[in-house]
T-cell receptor, first 114, second 115 residues
Framework: AQSVTQLGSHVSVSEGALVLLRCNYS??????LFWYVQYPNQGLQLLLK??????LVKGINGFEAEFKKSETSFHLTKPSAHMSDAAEYFC????????????FGAGTRLFVKA | DADVTQTPRNRITKTGKRIMLECSQT?????MYWYRQDPGLGLRLIYY???????NKGEISDGYSVSRQAQAKFSLSLESAIPNQTALYFC??????????????FGPGTRLTVL
Protein backbone atom coordinates (compact mmCIF):
# COMPACT_ATOMS: atom_id res chain seq x y z
CA ALA A 1 0.00 0.00 0.00
CA GLN A 2 1.10 3.50 -0.66
CA SER A 3 2.00 6.02 1.99
CA VAL A 4 2.25 9.79 2.01
CA THR A 5 4.61 11.76 4.21
CA GLN A 6 4.20 15.45 4.85
CA LEU A 7 7.25 16.97 6.47
CA GLY A 8 6.25 19.34 9.24
CA SER A 9 2.88 19.27 10.96
CA HIS A 10 3.06 23.06 11.35
CA VAL A 11 4.62 25.68 9.12
CA SER A 12 4.70 29.38 9.92
CA VAL A 13 5.52 32.11 7.40
CA SER A 14 5.24 35.87 7.28
CA GLU A 15 2.75 37.51 4.97
CA GLY A 16 4.42 37.98 1.58
CA ALA A 17 6.97 35.22 2.15
CA LEU A 18 7.38 32.02 0.16
CA VAL A 19 5.21 29.09 1.16
CA LEU A 20 6.75 25.62 0.82
CA LEU A 21 4.87 22.56 2.03
CA ARG A 22 6.63 19.24 1.50
CA CYS A 23 5.11 15.96 0.40
CA ASN A 24 6.77 12.64 -0.41
CA TYR A 25 5.04 9.48 -1.48
CA SER A 26 6.01 5.84 -1.70
CA UNK A 27 5.20 4.23 -4.99
CA UNK A 28 7.01 2.20 -7.60
CA UNK A 29 4.82 3.64 -10.33
CA UNK A 30 3.91 7.28 -10.81
CA UNK A 31 0.69 7.83 -8.92
CA UNK A 32 -1.98 10.43 -9.28
CA LEU A 33 -1.19 13.21 -6.79
CA PHE A 34 -3.39 15.80 -5.12
CA TRP A 35 -3.20 18.71 -2.75
CA TYR A 36 -6.31 19.60 -0.76
CA VAL A 37 -6.90 22.55 1.55
CA GLN A 38 -9.12 22.62 4.62
CA TYR A 39 -10.23 25.95 6.02
CA PRO A 40 -11.55 26.08 9.60
CA ASN A 41 -14.87 24.30 10.08
CA GLN A 42 -15.01 23.21 6.46
CA GLY A 43 -14.44 20.09 4.43
CA LEU A 44 -11.49 19.61 2.13
CA GLN A 45 -11.36 21.17 -1.30
CA LEU A 46 -9.01 20.52 -4.17
CA LEU A 47 -6.10 22.90 -4.71
CA LEU A 48 -4.47 21.08 -7.61
CA LYS A 49 -3.68 17.65 -8.98
CA UNK A 50 -1.15 15.86 -11.13
CA UNK A 51 -2.20 12.97 -13.35
CA UNK A 52 -0.04 13.01 -16.46
CA UNK A 53 1.78 15.50 -18.65
CA UNK A 54 3.46 18.65 -17.41
CA UNK A 55 5.12 18.08 -14.07
CA LEU A 56 4.56 21.63 -12.84
CA VAL A 57 0.91 21.96 -11.95
CA LYS A 58 -0.85 25.21 -11.21
CA GLY A 59 -3.81 25.37 -8.89
CA ILE A 60 -6.18 27.83 -7.34
CA ASN A 61 -5.18 30.84 -5.23
CA GLY A 62 -1.69 31.07 -6.73
CA PHE A 63 -0.47 27.67 -5.53
CA GLU A 64 1.56 25.31 -7.66
CA ALA A 65 3.26 21.96 -7.18
CA GLU A 66 5.94 20.08 -9.04
CA PHE A 67 5.98 16.32 -9.50
CA LYS A 68 9.53 14.98 -9.24
CA LYS A 69 9.60 11.29 -9.97
CA SER A 70 13.27 10.87 -9.07
CA GLU A 71 12.62 12.33 -5.62
CA THR A 72 9.11 10.84 -5.21
CA SER A 73 8.01 14.31 -4.20
CA PHE A 74 5.14 16.66 -4.88
CA HIS A 75 5.91 19.81 -2.90
CA LEU A 76 3.41 22.69 -2.79
CA THR A 77 4.58 26.28 -3.20
CA LYS A 78 3.24 29.80 -3.37
CA PRO A 79 5.54 32.75 -4.01
CA SER A 80 3.84 35.16 -1.62
CA ALA A 81 1.72 34.12 1.34
CA HIS A 82 -1.51 35.88 2.16
CA MET A 83 -3.32 35.88 5.47
CA SER A 84 -6.19 34.00 3.83
CA ASP A 85 -3.85 31.07 3.09
CA ALA A 86 -3.89 30.06 6.74
CA ALA A 87 -5.41 26.59 6.70
CA GLU A 88 -4.51 22.92 6.84
CA TYR A 89 -3.10 21.34 3.71
CA PHE A 90 -3.24 17.67 2.80
CA CYS A 91 -1.22 15.85 0.21
CA UNK A 92 -2.88 12.73 -1.21
CA UNK A 93 -2.24 9.97 -3.73
CA UNK A 94 -4.49 7.55 -5.54
CA UNK A 95 -3.82 3.92 -4.73
CA UNK A 96 -2.71 2.22 -7.91
CA UNK A 97 -3.78 -1.32 -6.96
CA UNK A 98 -7.04 -1.21 -8.84
CA UNK A 99 -9.07 0.10 -5.92
CA UNK A 100 -8.16 3.73 -6.68
CA UNK A 101 -8.66 4.69 -3.07
CA UNK A 102 -7.10 7.95 -1.97
CA UNK A 103 -4.39 7.91 0.68
CA PHE A 104 -3.97 11.15 2.63
CA GLY A 105 -0.96 12.54 4.41
CA ALA A 106 -1.21 13.67 8.02
CA GLY A 107 -1.62 17.30 7.02
CA THR A 108 0.39 20.50 7.49
CA ARG A 109 -1.14 23.46 9.23
CA LEU A 110 0.02 26.74 7.71
CA PHE A 111 0.16 29.84 9.88
CA VAL A 112 0.62 33.25 8.25
CA LYS A 113 1.96 36.08 10.38
CA ALA A 114 1.18 39.71 9.67
CA ASP B 1 -27.07 24.65 -1.95
CA ALA B 2 -24.12 22.49 -1.00
CA ASP B 3 -23.38 19.51 -3.24
CA VAL B 4 -22.48 17.20 -0.35
CA THR B 5 -24.34 17.59 2.91
CA GLN B 6 -23.86 15.87 6.24
CA THR B 7 -26.19 15.62 9.21
CA PRO B 8 -25.81 16.25 12.04
CA ARG B 9 -22.94 18.76 12.01
CA ASN B 10 -22.22 18.22 15.68
CA ARG B 11 -23.19 15.41 18.00
CA ILE B 12 -22.41 14.54 21.59
CA THR B 13 -23.33 11.06 22.72
CA LYS B 14 -22.55 8.61 25.48
CA THR B 15 -20.58 5.39 25.45
CA GLY B 16 -22.66 2.47 24.25
CA LYS B 17 -25.19 4.51 22.31
CA ARG B 18 -26.01 3.80 18.68
CA ILE B 19 -25.54 6.74 16.38
CA MET B 20 -26.01 7.34 12.67
CA LEU B 21 -24.34 9.96 10.54
CA GLU B 22 -25.95 10.75 7.23
CA CYS B 23 -24.57 11.97 3.93
CA SER B 24 -26.40 13.14 0.85
CA GLN B 25 -25.06 14.38 -2.46
CA THR B 26 -26.52 16.08 -5.48
CA UNK B 27 -23.48 15.70 -7.72
CA UNK B 28 -24.75 12.52 -9.35
CA UNK B 29 -21.58 10.65 -8.41
CA UNK B 30 -21.65 6.92 -7.94
CA UNK B 31 -18.75 6.62 -5.52
CA MET B 32 -19.06 7.66 -1.89
CA TYR B 33 -16.64 7.49 1.04
CA TRP B 34 -16.57 7.89 4.80
CA TYR B 35 -13.40 9.17 6.48
CA ARG B 36 -12.48 10.14 9.99
CA GLN B 37 -10.02 12.90 10.75
CA ASP B 38 -7.90 12.91 13.89
CA PRO B 39 -5.21 15.48 14.70
CA GLY B 40 -1.85 14.40 13.34
CA LEU B 41 -3.30 11.41 11.50
CA GLY B 42 -4.89 13.03 8.47
CA LEU B 43 -7.94 11.33 6.98
CA ARG B 44 -8.41 7.61 7.31
CA LEU B 45 -10.86 5.66 5.20
CA ILE B 46 -13.63 3.85 7.07
CA TYR B 47 -15.84 2.52 4.25
CA TYR B 48 -16.39 3.21 0.60
CA UNK B 49 -19.07 2.36 -1.91
CA UNK B 50 -18.78 2.25 -5.68
CA UNK B 51 -22.52 1.87 -6.18
CA UNK B 52 -25.61 0.86 -4.22
CA UNK B 53 -24.68 -2.83 -4.26
CA UNK B 54 -20.94 -2.44 -3.80
CA UNK B 55 -19.69 -1.61 -0.30
CA ASN B 56 -16.11 -2.09 0.84
CA LYS B 57 -14.22 -1.82 4.10
CA GLY B 58 -11.50 0.75 4.44
CA GLU B 59 -8.50 0.68 6.73
CA ILE B 60 -10.40 1.32 9.98
CA SER B 61 -13.85 -0.25 9.60
CA ASP B 62 -14.00 -2.03 12.97
CA GLY B 63 -16.82 -0.62 15.10
CA TYR B 64 -18.55 0.98 12.13
CA SER B 65 -21.15 -0.07 9.58
CA VAL B 66 -22.62 1.65 6.55
CA SER B 67 -25.72 1.65 4.40
CA ARG B 68 -26.05 2.91 0.84
CA GLN B 69 -29.74 3.60 0.66
CA ALA B 70 -29.63 5.16 -2.78
CA GLN B 71 -27.03 6.50 -5.14
CA ALA B 72 -27.24 9.85 -3.39
CA LYS B 73 -27.27 8.65 0.23
CA PHE B 74 -24.60 6.94 2.30
CA SER B 75 -24.98 6.54 6.06
CA LEU B 76 -22.39 5.64 8.67
CA SER B 77 -23.43 3.93 11.91
CA LEU B 78 -21.65 3.38 15.18
CA GLU B 79 -23.47 0.46 16.75
CA SER B 80 -22.06 1.01 20.22
CA ALA B 81 -20.08 4.21 20.43
CA ILE B 82 -16.84 4.35 22.41
CA PRO B 83 -14.74 7.38 23.40
CA ASN B 84 -11.95 6.69 20.91
CA GLN B 85 -14.47 7.19 18.12
CA THR B 86 -14.50 10.87 19.03
CA ALA B 87 -13.38 12.53 15.79
CA LEU B 88 -14.35 14.64 12.82
CA TYR B 89 -16.13 12.55 10.20
CA PHE B 90 -16.24 13.42 6.51
CA CYS B 91 -18.27 12.08 3.66
CA UNK B 92 -16.88 12.44 0.15
CA UNK B 93 -17.95 11.61 -3.39
CA UNK B 94 -16.25 11.16 -6.72
CA UNK B 95 -17.16 10.24 -10.25
CA UNK B 96 -16.16 6.79 -11.41
CA UNK B 97 -14.81 8.00 -14.75
CA UNK B 98 -11.05 8.48 -15.28
CA UNK B 99 -10.14 6.00 -12.59
CA UNK B 100 -8.20 7.52 -9.74
CA UNK B 101 -7.65 10.83 -11.46
CA UNK B 102 -10.79 12.50 -10.24
CA UNK B 103 -10.88 14.70 -7.20
CA UNK B 104 -13.07 13.93 -4.25
CA UNK B 105 -15.77 16.35 -3.12
CA PHE B 106 -16.18 16.62 0.62
CA GLY B 107 -19.05 17.42 2.90
CA PRO B 108 -18.60 19.94 5.73
CA GLY B 109 -17.98 17.27 8.32
CA THR B 110 -19.65 15.97 11.48
CA ARG B 111 -17.92 16.55 14.79
CA LEU B 112 -18.72 13.59 17.02
CA THR B 113 -17.92 13.45 20.71
CA VAL B 114 -18.39 10.23 22.67
CA LEU B 115 -18.37 10.69 26.42
Amino acid sequence: AQSVTQLGSHVSVSEGALVLLRCNYSSSVPPYLFWYVQYPNQGLQLLLKYTTGATLVKGINGFEAEFKKSETSFHLTKPSAHMSDAAEYFCAVSEMDGSFKTIFGAGTRLFVKA
Amino acid sequence: DADVTQTPRNRITKTGKRIMLECSQTKGHDRMYWYRQDPGLGLRLIYYSFDVKDINKGEISDGYSVSRQAQAKFSLSLESAIPNQTALYFCATTDSGAEGRNEQFFGPGTRLTVL
